[in-house]
């Protein structure tokens, strides 16, 4: 290592371990948290740990440092859902030797990780055992540490299953010196700053080289300022977001620094110069003043937010909403017609599948700031959702009974008992599917199929073109979402080239809604398709970005009503989209002014933006060049308190509103010098765009992702920052586990459904009764079940205002079994939610693995299993006397609000077709009288489903990221994963199931 090329980056991180929470643990005693920092061994660097400040509470016993980690104070843990307040501040300084040249590629493999370990003992504690404490479990949170944007984060962090458990941690980080290296235990010569900025020792005899030796130091120079004040500015960001968090009387301003103005002064002051040794002096001043300020501003900051309850608040906000929008990448959602339900599973699904599986998109899914791989996920770890909703807004009224017929007819039951057209359109069967994804605008009339085929009954009409009767809602269009335009200029060349515009308020003016998507003109081109000026201009969040602004002024809205605005934004239970795709009649409508330039479009949706605050600015905006204007527009727009996962909040504007503080719109019109959004994630959103034209149009499906406003919306442990449930009646969640499982086995799902829920009244009762014995028959486990709530009810005496049921596997069946049982009909109106988690609706017929067939059976004669015999349609003589059978007969999906089917391709114990309830390939074609009864049961279970308007019925197609091995082979990995994949499960809640439980 040349020592002339190298420095000494001096950084702190301050971690504050707040609160422990025991979810579930399962042993009670004694605990304590060790928390260390690791580097990569590639790196030179040394670490020191300290405990600056901690509470008085010592709790069982005080914290302190040892071996080089910093213990938690010691504390007992006696009952489930015990929150400990713990308040340690741990401090860690790292000095670490980075290139000159590239600092922050020297940070980045630096590899940093926090490591949070658990340990734990039941005897009495006391300072002599120590030493004897075992270690539980360990999670390690990887640091993505930017020297030039900083840190702050307040996350919650879950230990694994077998110690469920989290603690709450808040971590700031922040540059402090670049120097020469002085204080590393490296045998490394003390090196002055002069040689670092000239790469050799100054001599008497300079020469014809004094010219690039001044060239290096300016470059050095500007390299280590740019650092250090891009490092003060991030953090003097963060103390003036922070500050106005705290009460008053708490609150100690610093005087704002406009970092780019000062770099560039420093900068030309010493690039005027060509004394060698004067700018070594000079150089040296300056590097050492920045740095001493740095230091100064993070002493003030660590002082004042440091065990800060509303700055904890207010990062727990923006953490949570980070992590659940990642979770929603490569969450996909469609709407289906209700009448879609009816039809076999579409193979398009699997081509999109494995065409996101092997994009670019997916591989480059940006990581958190602060990410634990095991809870958080990579892209090699996380999931695949598909999510099918099939709306009853676009519902026929038409009814269809199953077919009688052999072979043939079973073939066409689908698409042909049911005909549904516009005008002169095909029918459902040769209609392309992107025609049913779409708009949904377009009006369906009924027809009896094939000359009023027996096989329908006609239940119901309305003229074609009549307006809907009252409470039937008209029919939403669905959405088209956008990102970012494809490039945005670097912040070191402001002055080269100008920004790309962002959407006008002019675009918002649309007329009628079109009978069909395919009509829709394409934004951004002129009429021969070429490409206009504004193509890269229409972006989706950007026209978000104009609409959590400007439509939350009453005047606005009123002034843009009054010109013809069409405002209204289709929603689904309290998701609202994060763009929209405008429609009209014709091109004159749209009234795009493609004649408009980015500077007149920009200025525009910035006065919008700014909602009149800057119009005190425009006196000497005027003054300026047009150059100028743009690029202090768009530093407004794009300012550095806005993070790119805050560009997609419905809050991100409001969070720069305070009343109390009128210098917060001045910021907008200062230049910057770190840029809002980094590279990486511009390539990411690029590489977003792309999929959502190439791949997801032709499937018509949206990412969970572009939706502004998410289920999960409350932090973990947050119940107080949540009062949406103050009124709630009790919510029974019922829990029903499968083929040899145990109670525990939906642990997850209830931590998980709990957490994103905090304050819901939720109460869960995870049966146990046939856990003993789940080889029975069914009848004989129905009863067990529908004993141990009555039971439940009664010992507790709650009475709940809904009921929802949560089953795996074979527990549906008996969840099925309960509701359809007479003693179970006072409870049926208070039922609610059923989700489904790989059950064997239509039992395990037609599962095309072999192994596992003959495993089942092996298994069935070995336990004398009746349910295992019922499953396999073994229990009669007569197919329509089975109990699955005569089961799919009695009431079920018709008599929940919401009814939520799981199912996954790579599960081969179950199939696929049976979890989801469809039709399937060799059911058709069996001519058999096997056949006949399976589409029978189909029809049972989904005709009442079809014709029930107010259910809310959905299908969930899984990919799970599955280690090889036998397990996985077999199918039983993808089996058990929706019962023990943390990131399965959690991202599965929290971006869509939750919001059935509310």
């Given at each position: 290592m040349n020592p002339v090329d190298h420095i000494q980056a001096t950084f702190e991180i301050v971690v504050e371990v707040n609160r422990f929470f025991n979810v579930d643990l399962f042993q009670r005693g004694f605990y304590q948290l060790r928390s260390s920092l690791r580097l990569s061994p590639k790196v030179?660097?040394?670490?020191?740990?300290?405990?600056?400040?901690?509470?008085?509470?010592?709790?069982?016993?005080?914290?302190?440092?040892?071996?080089?980690?910093?213990?938690?104070?010691?504390?007992?843990?006696?009952?489930?859902?015990?929150?400990?307040?713990?308040?340690?501040?741990?401090?860690?300084?790292?000095?670490?030797?980075?290139?000159?040249?590239?600092?922050?590629?020297?940070?980045?493999?630096?590899d940093i990780q926090l490591v949070l370990e658990l340990w734990f003992t039941d005897d009495d504690f006391t300072i002599e055992k120590q030493d004897k404490m075992q270690l539980l479990t360990t999670r390690a949170l990887k640091l993505h540490l930017d020297l030039h944007r900083g840190l702050s984060q307040h996350l919650a962090l879950l230990f694994d299953y077998f110690h469920l458990s989290a603690v709450t941690l808040t971590i700031h980080a922040s540059l402090l010196n670049l120097l020469p290296p002085h204080s590393l235990s490296l045998n490394q010569r003390v090196v002055p700053l002069g040689r670092v900025l000239f790469g050799r020792e100054l001599d008497s005899a300079m020469d014809a080289s004094v010219q690039s030796l001044l060239?290096?130091?300016?470059?050095?120079?500007?390299?280590?300022?740019?650092?250090?004040?891009?490092?003060?500015?991030?953090?003097q960001s963060s103390y003036e977001k922070f500050v106005r968090k705290l009460p008053p009387e708490q609150r100690k301003e610093v005087q704002h620094v406009r970092c780019?103005?000062?770099?560039?002064?420093?900068?030309?002051?010493?690039?005027?110069?060509?004394?060698?040794?004067?700018?070594?002096?000079?150089?040296?001043?300056?590097?050492?003043?920045?740095?001493?300020?740095?230091?100064?501003l993070w002493t003030l900051f660590v002082e004042q937010f440091v065990l800060s309850e509303p700055v904890h608040n207010s990062l727990a906000k923006q953490y949570h909403k980070q992590r659940v929008r990642r979770f929603a990448e490569a969450f996909f959602t469609h709407e289906l017609p209700r009448v879609a339900i009816m039809e076999p599973f579409d193979p398009k699904q699997l081509e999109l599948i494995e065409g996101v599986r092997s994009s670019p998109y997916f591989a480059s899914i940006p990581p958190l700031a602060t990410e634990c791989a095991e809870t958080d996920?990579?892209?090699?770890?996380?999931?695949?959702?598909?999510?099918?909703?099939?709306?009853?807004?676009?519902?026929?009224?038409?009814?269809?009974?199953?077919?009688?017929?052999?072979?043939?007819?079973?073939k066409e039951?689908?698409?042909?008992?049911?005909?549904?057209?516009?005008?002169?359109?095909?029918?459902?069967?040769?209609?392309?599917?992107?025609?049913?994804?779409?708009?949904?605008?377009?009006?369906?009339?009924?027809?009896?199929?094939?000359?009023?085929?027996?096989?329908?009954?006609?239940?119901?009409?309305?003229?074609?073109?009549?307006?809907?009767?009252?409470?039937?809602s008209e029919p939403r269009p669905l959405l088209e979402l956008g990102t970012f335009t494809p490039t945005l200029p670097k912040r070191d060349s402001l002055r080269e080239q100008s920004f790309p515009s962002l959407v006008s308020p002019r675009l918002m003016r649309a007329g009628r809604k079109r009978e069909s998507s395919s009509s829709l003109p394409e934004l951004g081109r002129r009429d021969d398709g070429s490409a206009s000026p504004v193509s890269s201009a229409l972006s989706g969040s950007d026209s978000e970005l104009f609409r959590m602004c400007s439509f939350k002024s009453k005047e606005l809205w009123k002034t843009r009503r009054s010109s013809g605005v069409e405002a209204s934004l289709p929603a689904r239970d309290g998701l609202e989209p994060a763009s929209r795709k405008l429609s009209s009649t014709s091109k004159e409508g749209l009234n795009l002014e493609v004649e408009h330039t980015g500077v007149q479009l920009l200025r525009e949706c910035e006065e919008t933006l700014l909602c009149g605050k800057l119009k005190s600015d425009q006196a000497e905006a005027a003054s300026l060049d047009p150059l100028e204007q743009e690029q202090r527009r768009m530093r407004r727009l794009l300012s550095d308190k806005c993070t790119i996962y805050d560009m997609f909040r419905e809050d991100a504007h409001d969070e720069h509103r305070h009343d109390d503080d009128d210098d917060a719109v001045a910021e907008y019109g200062e230049e910057k010098l770190v840029a809002p959004v980094d590279e990486d994630t511009l390539k990411f959103l690029q590489l977003k765009e792309s999929l959502r034209r190439e791949g997801l149009a032709k499937f018509g499906a949206s990412i969970y992702s572009e939706f502004g406003q998410l289920p999960s919306s409350t932090p973990y442990f947050c119940e107080h920052l949540d009062d949406t449930h103050a009124q709630e009646g009790l919510h029974l969640v019922i829990c029903v586990h499968g083929l040899d499982g145990n109670s525990a086995d939906l642990r997850l799902v209830r931590t998980y459904l709990e957490l994103s829920l905090p304050g819901a009244r939720i109460d869960f009762l995870m049966s146990e009764r046939n856990q003993r014995d789940t080889f029975a028959d069914f009848e004989s486990m129905t009863s067990n079940l529908l004993d141990e709530i009555e039971h439940y009810v009664d010992v507790f005496g709650i009475m709940p205002d809904r009921i929802s049921f949560v089953g795996h596997s074979l527990g549906n069946l008996i969840i099925r079994a309960v509701v359809a049982r007479t003693e179970f009909e006072k409870y049926r109106a208070k039922l609610y939610t059923y989700l489904s988690l790989s059950g064997p609706h239509l039992g395990t017929l037609y599962n095309p693995n072999g192994l596992v067939n003959m495993g089942m059976w092996l298994m069935q004669k070995w336990k004398k299993s009746g349910s295992l015999l019922q499953l396999a349609f073994k229990d009669?003589?007569?197919?329509?006397?089975t109990f699955m059978y005569q089961l799919s007969k009695k009431p079920c999906f018709e008599l929940f609000k919401h009814v939520l089917l799981v199912g996954s391709a790579q599960d081969r114990y179950v199939p696929f077709h049976s979890t989801r309830v469809e039709m399937c390939t060799a059911a058709q074609q069996d001519s058999s009288p096997l056949g006949s009864v399976y589409t029978e049961m189909v029809m049972n279970l989904l005709r009442p489903a079809f014709t029930q308007s107010s259910l809310t019925f959905v299908r969930y197609n899984v990919f799970h990221a599955l280690p090889a091995g036998t397990n996985s082979l077999i199918g039983r990995a993808a089996h058990i994963a929706v019962l023990d994949s943390e990131i399965f499960l959690e991202k599965f809640i929290t971006v869509s199931v939750c919001k059935y439980f509310r």
């Open positions: 030179q660097a040394k670490v020191e740990v300290s405990l600056p400040r901690n509470s008085e509470n010592n709790l069982v016993f005080p914290a302190c440092v040892m071996n080089g980690a910093a213990v938690s104070k010691t504390f007992q843990i006696l009952y489930r859902r015990e929150d400990i307040p713990i308040d340690d501040v741990v401090l860690f300084k790292v000095n670490m030797l980075v290139d000159v040249m590239k600092i922050q590629e020297s940070m980045s493999r630096a060239d290096r130091a300016f470059d050095v120079h500007r390299r280590m300022i740019k650092a250090l004040l891009s490092a003060y500015e991030s953090l780019a103005g000062k770099f560039q002064k420093l900068c030309e002051i010493l690039e005027e110069l060509d004394d060698v040794q004067v700018v070594e002096d000079l150089s040296t001043n300056t590097v050492a003043q920045c740095c001493a300020e740095n230091i100064m996920g990579e892209p090699g770890t996380l999931p695949i959702v598909v999510e099918s909703i099939f709306a009853s807004d676009v519902l026929p009224r038409a009814v269809v009974s199953p077919p009688t017929t052999p072979q043939s007819s079973r039951w689908s698409s042909a008992a049911l005909h549904v057209s516009g005008a002169d359109a095909p029918s459902l069967s040769s209609r392309p599917r992107s025609s049913l994804l779409s708009k949904r605008t377009s009006r369906f009339k009924t027809v009896l199929p094939n000359d009023a085929d027996p096989r329908a009954v006609l239940v119901g009409f309305r003229k074609f073109g009549e307006e809907s009767p009252p409470g039937v009669h003589p007569d197919p329509r006397k």
